[in-house]
Every structure is written in structure tokens, then in C-alpha cells.
């Protein structure tokens, strides 16, 4: 690879475009495609633009036969992102072990005393309305929302906006009877078992989670297994 | 405050970011990834280690068991300039060879950074 290359590659990826790396395992020669744009000394033909539109779909590299050469596709897809409602104690290490799992994290709480950078260093705040917040934000298939305030006044409308969107994972902090409470609630407002099926409330993995840390644990966990195997997953 | 602290906890997985800089420093570089895996192997396709002339290593392509295979490979790509496709399958205990005691198969391309 040149360094040239290297360096479109990386503008594209800290600029969250699509992007992929296409290889000749022969000889080494590549093709880069920003945002369907092809660069590089590589011609790609229509069977390998297929093969970088699904791995960039899946997030997954994949080895492709064209033109008797064998290639490697590896996509650069923007980060998967978490959304957190409540900038809680549990926050507090969910953000970073999000961070340290590849996700570009969000952490939205109109109450400023909650959302100190002291206790956020470096994390990306909002203190919008959580419905507002979560509106502008629009969580895709590649966004996991996770609610931990307790309060119906905030956890709700977060809820309502993540229901009507593509969020590959919901997660809602509360016990069973808190959770029973909400899920009655947000049926007034008009959702059904089918919703209800899509958050995971009690929230997080049965590993018998006490303090914030491993509750955070818990929750990573459960938003990995989701992501990996959301077939097996139920939800 | 700065985005330090998370961009810190993060660094390990900027493998490309940190060849860059390395590169950027003059230092010789090669690029390893994995292109293709079978069975269990320890680390997904697209995995990356990238070492320097020196034999510093970032990132990894297994779990340890190709790693200094690995190297030594990118320190001849970083000599002849050549890409190298490498093939790793399970390891034969009696003779000492480099391979995966996990019994999956991997191939690894070699690449020197330009």
C-alpha cells in the first residue's frame, strides 16, 4: 500500500464515509472506493462493486473471484453508535467500555448537574429533551439506544423515538415490576406486544451484576450478543 | 477538557492510524490482515497487525500463535518491497511448526506501507 492511499483512506474513515479497500492478493495492487468513488491503480467491475456494497452492509471483509484474480474487500463502514439516556453512575462506565468496543458514543441528559465533565471527560453530551435529542440523532440499524435514568418523564419519550426507528438494539434499566409499569404506559401511548418485544427490559445479561461497573458489564454484553446474533437473540 | 482519555482507551484498535504515524516518522512499516479464515480461528477477517523495521508490533492476527511467523514475514516484505499471501493451518505439535492450536485455518496478506 502507499502512503497516499493511506492517508484518502483514513480522511475518508475519521470523516464517517463509506469506504472500502479493495486488494489484489496477487500482486498487491488496490482500489479505493469512498462513497462509491473508485480510487487507485485497481479496476473493479461490477461483481466486486456488489461485493463492497454487502460488506459494508455487514461490517464484514470478504475474499471475492473477479476476472480470474482473487480479491479482498475490506469495508471501513462508519462506527456503530450508542445512545445513552441518563448521565447515571452506570454511565459512567458504559460510555467507555462502549468506546473501547468500537462505538461512537452519546450521552443525553437535560439535567446539567448529571452531565459534568468531570464525570464525562471526553464523551460526547447532549442535553436536549430526550425525544428531541433522540429525533436530531436518528438511531439506524447500526444504533444501539439504552435508557438509565429511572424517571418515566425521560426514559419514555427516548423510548417512543427509538420504537420508530431502525435501532438494532433497546434496552431499558428498571426492575420487572418498573419495566411492567412502562411497558403499560407506553401501551397508552399507543405501542404494542410487538414493540415491547424489541426492548430488553430488565436490561442486560443474568451474570449477577451489584455495582454500576458490572451492571455496565451486563448491558455491554447484551448489546454485543444482539448485534452478533439477533436471530438466536429473540428480541 | 480534550477527547484524550477515550481516544487513549481506543488507540489499540486505530491500527491503520498508527501505521500511518509510524510511517510518518520514517519508520518501515508492513501491514498484515487477515483475508480469509476457516473453522475457529481467534481473529475475524479483517484483523491487522502492523509492524516496523524494528519488529514493533500493534494490532494482532491471532492469538498469539502466527504473530512472530508473521513478523518475520513483514520484516522480508519490508526488505524486497514484495506482498506476501500467507496460509497458517493447525499446528502439528511434533514438529514445532507455526500454526493454529485452535485448528482453524488462516490466510494473512503482507504488505509493505509505501
Redesign the interface.
Given at each position: 500500500?502507499?502512503?497516499a492511499l493511506?492517508?484518502t483512506?483514513?480522511e475518508a474513515?475519521t470523516a464517517k464515509r463509506p469506504t472500502a479497500l479493495v486488494?489484489d492478493?496477487?500482486?498487491?495492487a488496490q482500489a479505493l472506493v469512498i462513497d462509491g468513488a473508485e480510487h487507485g491503480e485497481l479496476a473493479l467491475d461490477d461483481q466486486v462493486r456488489g461485493g463492497i456494497e454487502r460488506a459494508l452492509r455487514r461490517d464484514?471483509?470478504?475474499?471475492v473471484e473477479s476476472a480470474g484474480k482473487r480479491l479482498?474487500i475490506?469495508?471501513f463502514a462508519p462506527p456503530k453508535r450508542m445512545i445513552l439516556v441518563g448521565a447515571v453512575h452506570i454511565a459512567q462506565s458504559l460510555a467507555?467500555m462502549a468506546?473501547?468496543t468500537?462505538y461512537d458514543v452519546v450521552i443525553v441528559d437535560p439535567r446539567q448537574a448529571f452531565t459534568s465533565?468531570e464525570r464525562f471527560?471526553?464523551?460526547a453530551l447532549n442535553h436536549d429533551w430526550p425525544d428531541d435529542a433522540l429525533t436530531a440523532l436518528a438511531p439506524d440499524r447500526r444504533t444501539a439506544v439504552v435508557t438509565l435514568t429511572h424517571d418515566p418523564k425521560l426514559d419514555d419519550p427516548a423510548l417512543s423515538v427509538a420504537l420508530r426507528s431502525d435501532a438494532f438494539y433497546i434496552g431499558a434499566l428498571g426492575s420487572t415490576r418498573t419495566h411492567g409499569r412502562r411497558l403499560e404506559r407506553l401501551r397508552e401511548a399507543g405501542f404494542g406486544d410487538n414493540d415491547f418485544a424489541r426492548i430488553h427490559g430488565p436490561i442486560g445479561l443474568d451474570i449477577g451484576a451489584v455495582s454500576p461497573a458490572e451492571i455496565a458489564i451486563s448491558i455491554m454484553g447484551e448489546v454485543t450478543r444482539t448485534l452478533h446474533a439477533p436471530a438466536e437473540d429473540g428480541k | 477538557m480534550s477527547e484524550k482519555p477515550y481516544e487513549a482507551i481506543a488507540e489499540h484498535e486505530n491500527i491503520l492510524e498508527m501505521a500511518a504515524q509510524w510511517r510518518a516518522e520514517g519508520r518501515q512499516v508492513a501491514i498484515a490482515t487477515v483475508v480469509s479464515t476457516w473453522g475457529s480461528s481467534p481473529r475475524p477477517v479483517g484483523s491487522q497487525l502492523v509492524v516496523d523495521g524494528e519488529q514493533s508490533m500493534i494490532g494482532s492476527v491471532s492469538g498469539g500463535c502466527i504473530e512472530g511467523a508473521v513478523v518475520h514475514e513483514a520484516m522480508a516484505a519490508i526488505e524486497d518491497g514484495e506482498p506476501r499471501l500467507l496460509h497458517f493451518g493447525v499446528t502439528d505439535e511434533q514438529a514445532w511448526e507455526v500454526g493454529l492450536a485452535c485448528g482453524g485455518e488462516v490466510e494473512v496478506f503482507v504488505e509493505k506501507l509505501d
Open positions: 500500500m502507499n502512503s493511506l492517508d483512506l483514513l474513515k486488494t492478493l496477487e500482486g498487491g464484514k471483509g470478504e475474499t479482498f475490506q469495508p467507555p468506546k473501547l468500537g465533565r471527560p471526553g464523551a | -
